[in-house]
């Protein structure tokens, strides 16, 4: 605000400063009305912060519950709020309540929240390390071992020089501890931070180990996550880019802070002329613009072969016969069964093999053998990730193979010692939590390989047992701190047949237990039984798409964001109306499919409503659409054919009445949601982001607050009529 001095002492004059100053402090257009209150925390759940007034801006942050923020200005229907770390940002004031102010702090300045874990991912795999990334002096520093392995080097460590030494191809690098000049291929680099033992592993700076190899690196700052993608040799470059999630943002420049200047969809591949900080400048539809780097897959091409793209796991096949007369011809074979994981090292006579064994990796050399070629191969196991590197060198052959901590194996020799087989069997590979609704919580179990399992719940725990897996790299305890969580247990057998899984609630609760289809994934919902409503007063809102999906893309919005921002506007209307509402999820996630209907059922509401917006490639396109499935096909479903209906039309007729969009109808359709939810529900589609002048009315507060009334009175009057 420009301040106005006034170098006189009459009192009219003064007077008049005074009353200037009191106005230009009331928000924009809100002179004169109800001033904005001091402190403000979020009426119920997480809430998120934006850079600025309007769902679409960057999410910049959440209001977690009980949290208390200073309110600052107010613009429309956005607070702007002084941050927990001292800075500013915006939020919905239709999400947020009063509070009172903190107590013993009489200013908006609170200790800084812990920065996030920062997560690594190689060639779109994230690494899993025994000793964590660390921050020093602004520099991620990262085991170099699990990095330069992943990236399909050999690395030997010096003890007596304390040097480290990776070699790939024609690449060699050099990297003494402690020093602050490395060199790749004898040239000298310059690192701002030097090279460090920690608890027996070797870090170093994320940025040059990433680029030694010749690869890109790039960084999600809003997701602290760190890119490294490599080419499958030195020298090799990227030509083009696929999009690798389901729309990316295209922009003017290469941040994230640049206008929009359209999307791509997923799988679509564009030509790169320019790489800089982690972005690509690439051509779509005859216009250039930038893309980030963590949204899309390069595509690598080399002097002499096709357009590549190495991301996927290289298998091996039989290698042809050597041209070399001298030694034995090593082969390696990998496979993957219904057991486990095999790698298979097999000569034509037996050798006295040096097998080396350290924490995350083992060490095999045949002496007097060679292999045809380099071999790298690599398995994603859930979050980490197995790597399998072989060379020869000095008239052996060397193998290598690095696994994450707690990943059991077995080696066996066969064939009179001509044969050697390492095997992984089936494990875990990853614990997920998440949470919904007020006590709602959702465990998700990954294997390597599918499982068969069995439950059983007695009094306030569940008893899951999984024949045939290992811990592998789950932990055996986990304590948690919620009202219906307490722990979570894991034990494997002694022999390794089979791990069981204590779940212990601290009040008595309700589950629903299901695989995937692939039969690799557990997931386990539950909410505690006293904070399941009566089903007469419940309503689940889902908001359609979140996090990773981002879903349909106008010129400027994204549809998950509009779908989030128009379904809390619901909840909040129905809430006053003093109906029960919960949600799918109340922030920007990702939520899958089936999980969504999994929610509502375990909840089992009355009503179900999904929330969306439309998109399609006839920019002409408009108005808004409401859909039902009740087939005759599916009994279960077709006795709930007239309420499934009547909902999507008391949705459907309230909308055209407010929005005056064109009506495109109430239409059945075998979507996902409507198919796989037990209760009444339904899935509206508001407006078309592709259509201009619908994406304009979407942007608008105005428009969206209308949306969310006609939504919200439709399932106020359906649950009115079946009560």
């Known amino acids: 605000m420009r301040r106005i001095h006034i170098a006189s002492t009459c009192i009219i004059f003064s007077l008049f400063t005074i009353i200037l100053t009191l106005c230009l402090l009331l928000p924009s257009g809100q002179a004169g009305a109800a001033s904005s209150p001091s402190w403000i925390q979020a009426a119920s759940g997480q809430v998120n912060l934006r850079q600025g007034p309007s769902s679409t801006y960057n999410k910049v942050g959440t209001l977690s519950p009980g949290a208390v923020l200073q ?21 919905a004031a239709w999400l947020v ?14 200790t800084a929240p812990a920065s996030e874990t920062v997560k690594v991912f190689v060639n779109r795999q994230l690494q899993s390390f025994d000793v964590p990334p660390m921050i020093e002096n602004g520099r991620t520093m990262v085991p170099l071992r699990t990095i330069f392995t992943t990236l399909g080097a050999t690395v030997d460590w010096d003890e007596a020089s304390q040097t480290v030494t990776a070699r790939k191809s024609e690449t060699t690098i050099v990297l003494p501890i402690g020093s602050l000049n490395p060199t790749v291929n004898g040239q000298a680099q310059t690192l701002d931070v030097p090279a460090k033992v920690v608890n027996g592993r070797t870090l170093a700076p994320l940025g040059f180990v990433g680029r030694a190899l010749g690869g890109l690196v790039c960084w999600d700052a809003a997701d602290q996550e760190v890119y490294i993608d490599s080419p499958s040799q030195p020298g090799d470059n990227v030509t083009a880019v696929v999009v690798a999630s389901d729309e990316v943002n295209l922009r003017n420049n290469a941040t994230t802070s640049s206008d ?36 899309v897959t390069p595509v690598w091409n080399s002097s002499g072969s096709s357009t590549t793209q190495p991301t996927q796991p290289t298998q091996p096949t039989q290698p042809a016969q050597p041209t070399a007369t001298s030694g034995d011809l090593l082969s390696i074979r990998y496979s993957k069964d219904s057991d486990g994981l095999r790698l298979t090292m097999e000569s034509s006579s037996s050798h006295k093999v040096d097998i080396q064994e350290y924490p995350g990796w083992i060490a095999f050399t045949f002496p007097g053998c060679y292999l045809q070629q380099e071999t790298n191969i690599q398995e994603s196991l859930g979050s980490a990730v197995l790597y399998i590197t072989g060379r020869s060198s000095s008239g052996s052959a060397q193998v290598q193979v690095s696994l994450p901590s707690g990943v059991g194996f077995k080696k066996t020799s066969e064939n009179g010692g001509k044969k050697l087989v390492l095997f992984v069997p089936n494990c875990i590979t990853g614990v997920a939590r998440d949470t919904f609704a007020r006590s709602g919580e959702q465990l998700t179990i990954t294997t390597l390989l599918p499982f068969n399992y069995t439950a059983q719940q007695a009094g306030n725990s569940m008893t899951i047992r999984l024949p045939g897996v290992g811990i592998g790299l789950a932990q055996t305890s986990y304590a948690y701190s919620s009202s ?47 904070d399941i409503p009566a089903t007469k007063s419940l309503v689940v809102l889902d908001p359609g798409h979140g996090g990773s999906e981002v879903g349909s ?36 996630s990702t939520v899958g499919l089936k999980a969504r209907s999994d929610i509502s059922n375990l909840l089992n ?16 396109v408009m108005g808004t659409e409401t859909f039902f499935y009740a087939p005759v096909s599916r009994p279960d479903l077709y006795i709930q054919k007239d309420e499934r209906e009547q909902l999507a039309a008391a949705i459907q007729q309230r909308l055209i009445s407010s929005l005056g969009r064109p009506d495109r109808g109430v239409k059945q359709s075998n979507l996902s949601v409507l198919r796989l939810t037990d209760t ?12 201009p002048t619908e994406e304009n009315l979407l942007a608008q507060d105005s428009f969206k607050q209308k949306a969310a009334q006609a939504i919200a009175d439709g399932i106020a009057a359906c649950m009115s009529e079946t009560t």
């Open 71 to 91: 309110v600052l200005a107010q613009e429309k229907e956005w607070y702007k709020v002084r941050t927990e770390s001292g800075g500013q940002a915006y939020v």
């Open 680 to 691: 009444v529900c339904a899935l509206t589609e508001v407006a078309f982001l592709s259509n």
């Open 260 to 295: 929009k200047v359209g999307c791509a969809l997923l799988g679509t591949k564009m030509p790169v002329s320019e790489v800089k900080d982690g972005w690509y400048n690439v051509v779509y539809q005859g216009k250039t613009a930038w893309v980030a780097g963590w949204v």
């Open 553 to 588: 893309c106008g010129s400027n919005l994204a549809e998950k964001d509009v779908n989030l921002d128009i379904t809390l506007r619901v909840g909040a209307i129905l809430t006053k109306k003093g109906i029960y509402v919960e949600y799918t999820h109340n922030d920007d």
């Open 484 to 530: 219906s969580l307490e722990s979570l247990e894991m034990e494997q057998q002694s022999d390794g047949s089979e791990t069981l899984i204590t779940i212990q609630n601290p009040v008595p609760a309700k589950y629903s237990i299901g695989q995937s289809d692939d039969q690799k994934t557990l997931n386990i919902l539950f909410i505690a039984k006293s």
């Open 605 to 620: 509401p009355k009503l179900f409503v999904s929330i969306h917006n439309n998109a399609v490639d006839n920019h002409d």
């Open 97 to 110: 309540k009063k509070a009172a102010a903190p107590a013993a702090q009489n200013t908006s300045t609170v």
